[in-house]
């Protein structure tokens, strides 16, 4: 009988056999394992990753200045302040969004080791990017989707997502709310013995650095000098991993990577009832602090999305202003898109702020939008959830019972996010997970660069902790 | 009603029943069942509301609950928002004259 905890115990070896990668061979100890070499060793190159996206239309998207958001921000700016803002626009990748990037390395993987398909679980853009990408190289594609509650209730944006992924000619499995999407994913992989188009693969972060990259060289060749910062929409942590990567590639050391998410804390995200009063589906905190603190609690042994290494500053804003930005960019920009990957540009109003005119600052992603993804449907289903829509200070607003849109582009607000709470956040559950053996010198080296500290301030948290434990 | 053989349809199924739910979901998830709905091509003539098999897109046969014919897509585009209405004529007032 396949039961639950029956086949949860089987997930390392079922995962080893729908990715076919061999993660045992990087580990370094109980917790530490070579990164590096992983992504050298199972990734692709960036030349080799440029040329499989391109033998599918995928990236090389057109960098756009908004000249009248930066206009926007710089009347809101002190004198002399106000970055020009740009926008990548991977709305324009085949299914449209980024995720493209990622879903081709993916499907080209799965190709070449001969999977008659493949599967995703995800309630988000990367189902239609597999849909797509499978439907290109002619695999076969299911995805498994986390959509319903148990009233039978679906988030309009995700029920958008599915129809993309039927239109594509994919097989969607709709589950209720809950963790256990992981369980039925494992059954599918079984059952069909498909390739697992994991987001979290090597290859398929490796496929995002190409966006960092050409951010880099866009830029550079735009303006003359590299982006001051670049403002990641952060959910899982695939995109400012890839992103981040790719731009120190394209040489771009001094560049600030922000991530941005969504503020949705409070709401429990496996709750039925939280489950349908949240409006963004992604690139919320619900998902961006627990892959900041513990990258490893996905559906491969190896996470290669480490986000707490890559990240600069961590900052981030409410619902009701990344609606309000989306308005703003419809219609002040001519350019309809998001809301998901417009969370960083509600950022980015702010940041521009903070660096002097002759500097760039890019959000790098938009996605593609419609019936389900617009706000007025996101508003319309919260509302009919008992959802208080209204205009004020953001800042007054509580997740799940109330969005709050600016009334005036000054209420626009960022509040940040303390990395070294994040790395101790980590650290705790690092300890944890040691389970009483001693800290060596190689899990400290490894545990610094994966927190992005000291290996004195990892010391200090471990005998702290032995202390108190005490 | 009966359905005919070969006709597009979605059924749902209990996937684990209450007690089954893993151990850390909070107690208003733990209190019901997760479900699955799937669409897929009827294989035998079946009534509504009972036990019915499906080939899928991809070939799978999945069983469930006989529970929509022909489903279609029902999102859409949500209704007016007044607390969107006004946003992009206040900030072209706010910017003021022609962009530079």
């Not at chain 1, 394209?250 to 039925?272: K, N, P």
């Not at chain 1, 800290?439 to 545990?447: E, I, N, W």
């Amino acid at each position: 009988m396949r039961s639950y905890p029956g086949t949860m115990a089987r997930r390392n070896e079922i995962m080893m056999a729908s990715v076919g990668i061999d993660y045992q061979r990087f580990n370094e100890g109980i917790l530490a394992f070579n990164y590096e070499a992983m992504m050298e060793e199972v990734g692709y190159g960036l030349e080799e990753v440029t040329r499989i996206q391109k033998g599918v239309s995928v990236g090389n998207t057109p960098l756009i200045e908004l000249r009248n958001l930066t206009r926007l921000a710089r009347r809101l700016a002190p004198p002399g302040k106000g970055a020009r803002i740009f926008l990548k626009d991977e709305a324009a990748n085949p299914s449209g969004s980024f995720k493209d990037r990622r879903a081709a390395l993916s499907a080209y993987h799965a190709k070449t080791l001969g999977y008659k398909g493949m599967i995703a679980a995800t309630s988000g853009n990367y189902g239609a990017a597999v849909a797509s990408q499978a439907a290109a190289l002619g695999l076969e594609c299911i995805v498994a989707q986390e959509v319903y509650d148990s009233q039978g209730r679906g988030q309009p944006e995700i029920l958008e997502k599915g129809r993309k992924c039927e239109a594509y000619g994919a097989e969607v499995v709709q589950l209720t709310v809950g963790p256990e999407l992981f369980y039925v994913f494992l059954l599918l992989l079984e059952e069909t013995g498909y390739f697992n188009a994991s987001l979290y693969t090597p290859f398929a972060i490796a496929g995002i650095e190409t966006l960092g990259y050409e951010v880099g060289t866009q830029v550079t060749s735009q303006v003359g000098r590299p982006p001051a910062a670049v403002l990641v929409t952060h959910a899982g942590g695939g995109n400012i991993t890839g992103t981040a990567r790719g731009l120190r590639k394209a040489g771009c050391q001094s560049t600030h990577v922000v991530a941005v998410s969504v503020d949705l804390s409070g709401l429990h995200m496996a709750s039925d009832r939280d489950f349908n009063r949240k409006s963004f589906t992604t690139g919320h905190t619900g998902f961006g602090v627990p892959f900041a603190t513990w990258p490893d609690r996905v559906d491969v042994p190896r996470n290669a999305a480490r986000p707490l290494r890559y990240m600069d500053r961590y900052v981030t804003v409410s619902q009701g202003e990344v609606f309000y930005v989306t308005e703003a960019l419809s219609q002040l920009e001519g350019l309809e898109r998001g809301p998901a990957g417009n969370t960083s540009l509600a950022a980015a109003l702010v940041i521009a702020g903070e660096y002097p005119e002759d500097e760039a600052v890019v959000v790098q992603e938009t996605e593609y939008t419609g019936a389900g993804k617009l706000p007025s449907s996101q508003l319309s289903f919260a509302r009919g959830l008992g959802v208080k829509v209204r205009r004020g200070d953001p800042g007054e607003s509580i997740p799940g019972q109330s969005i709050v849109t600016p009334e005036h582009p000054g209420q626009l607000r960022l509040t940040e996010v303390d990395l070294e709470g994040l790395a101790r956040s980590y650290l705790r559950k690092a300890l944890a997970a040691l389970e009483g053996k001693s800290l060596d010198a190689s899990t400290v080296c490894f545990l610094a660069q994966e927190v992005r500290q000291s290996e004195d301030f990892v010391r200090e948290f471990a005998s702290v902790s032995a202390q108190e434990s005490r | 009603m009966k359905v005919k053989a070969g006709t597009w349809v979605q059924v749902r199924a209990t996937v684990l029943s209450p007690g089954e739910r893993a151990p850390a979901v909070p107690p208003d998830t733990a209190r019901v069942p997760l479900e699955m709905r799937v669409k897929g091509f009827l294989l035998e003539e079946t009534e509504m509301g009972k036990e019915a098999c499906v080939s899928t897109v991809t070939g799978r046969r999945a069983r469930g609950t006989l529970e929509a014919v022909e489903p279609w897509h029902t999102h859409g585009f949500g209704e007016a928002i007044p607390e969107l209405l006004t946003i992009g004529p206040e900030l072209r007032k706010f910017l003021g004259g022609d962009p530079s």
